[in-house]
């Protein structure tokens, strides 16, 4: 599949990357000169994972993924909290990294959890390094944790082997006894022959240079396009738009935040990111992102606003007062509870409480227990 820009479809497009082009503009130089800019990078996390989720199809709150992410679930954490999370994680790993780290094949090797092979990954040992004790060795052999050990050295044995399978590097004659499929996979989830991840993300990564000689939107959403048609990952298919916005971060485009780019993609209809007419699906991921620019300087306005007004809370107070630590951390979570602010400040939930009856955030769930207070 080649995918090119004609001189038709590029005239079509420039109205949609103009706006796109702009509206990140502003947002990334809001972000970056905005006191609270930090918050707003952080809370992006939550809101783009269940983003993402809702993009899929399916629905997870941003309340239970900052409980969940805090180790304070309400309930038992469902399937897709536990996806919600893993891209929380996700994204939170792109922005501790270099810019172009998550294009790279190493990054891709990391975030994809394979084994990357050729430029910037290192040489995988053959054989595992196991070391074999002799009689005259015996000196901890009798300690405490010797069958603990024992049992660890058992399963990195185990699972060098499997993988020097997996990559080919082990002799035919060692795996002749091993089949070649498995028998308690019969919908092909676990492995599938015909879908070779590898070879179809090195399809998606040769997409990278015709998107670096465009502008960085337009590159932008030609690489999520070229995802979302490739489909080179069956369990993480929700790695494209992160990788847009490492894309969009790499370019220079948006470098004081990760943008959310699930979170506008969300505001465009379904009928329009996933119609046959690849011009039409192109101008949805454009708008997308006109549109995750526009919500970010909503929120930032918000967020100003509400820092503003908890500064006029504790202006004048001690040096050593807890609240504008507690300011800080409100602005970045979606909500926050007494367990996590008495967890962060390293106080009593009693003072934790006191601390929140003196900044004056508003109460969002309204019960009288189990309550949560966030800036909506």
Do not use: C
């Not at 609270?36 to 399916?58: I, K, M, P």
């Not at 990391?110 to 995988?124: D, K, R, S």
């Not at 919500?295 to 001690?318: F, P, W």
């Amino acid at each position: 599949m080649r995918y090119d820009i004609d001189g038709a479809m590029l005239q079509s497009l420039l109205p949609s990357v103009a706006a796109a082009e702009d509206g990140l503009a502003r947002l990334d130089e809001r972000v970056l000169r905005s006191p609270v800019g930090e918050g707003f990078a952080e809370r992006s996390h939550f809101f783009d994972a269940a983003g993402a989720l809702w993009v899929a199809g399916e629905l997870v709150h941003v309340e239970d993924l900052v409980l969940h992410d805090a180790h304070m679930d309400s309930r038992a954490p469902s399937h897709e909290l536990t996806i919600a999370h893993s891209v929380l994680r996700t994204r939170r790993r792109i922005w501790t990294g270099e810019p172009a780290w998550a294009l790279g094949v190493s990054g891709l090797a990391t975030l994809t959890a394979t084994i990357g092979e050729g430029e910037g990954t290192a040489q995988v040992s053959k054989s595992p390094a196991i070391v074999v004790k002799t009689d005259d060795e015996d000196g901890d052999e009798d300690g405490p944790l010797a069958a603990e050990m024992a049992e660890i050295d058992a399963l990195l044995a185990r699972s060098q082997k499997l993988i020097d399978i997996h990559t080919g590097k082990v002799p035919a004659v060692e795996t002749a006894a091993i089949p070649a499929k498995r028998n308690d996979d019969p919908l092909g989830l676990l492995g599938d022959e015909e879908w070779d991840e590898e070879q179809r993300l090195a399809e998606w990564r040769g997409v990278l240079p015709l998107a670096d000689s465009l502008p960085p939107v337009l590159g932008a959403v030609i690489l999520f396009e070229a995802w979302d048609r490739i489909e080179p990952l069956r369990r993480q298919h929700w790695l494209g738009g992160l990788l847009v916005a490492s894309y969009l971060r790499a370019r220079g485009k948006v470098a004081s935040h990760l943008f959310s780019f699930y979170g506008g993609l969300k505001l465009v209809r379904h009928e329009r990111r996933r119609a046959r007419d690849r011009a039409t699906r192109l101008q949805a991921f454009l708008e997308a992102m006109h549109l995750g620019a526009a919500a970010g300087l909503k929120e930032i306005d918000r967020l100003s606003l509400a820092r503003t007004q908890m500064e006029l809370r504790y202006r004048g107070r001690r040096s050593n007062s807890s609240l504008p630590d507690l300011a800080d951390f409100i602005l970045s979570r979606p909500m926050v509870s007494a367990a996590m602010i008495a967890r962060h400040l390293r106080i009593t939930p009693r003072g934790a409480l006191n601390l929140v009856n003196e900044i004056g955030i508003r109460e969002i769930t309204g019960r009288g227990r189990y309550r949560a207070w966030g800036i909506i």
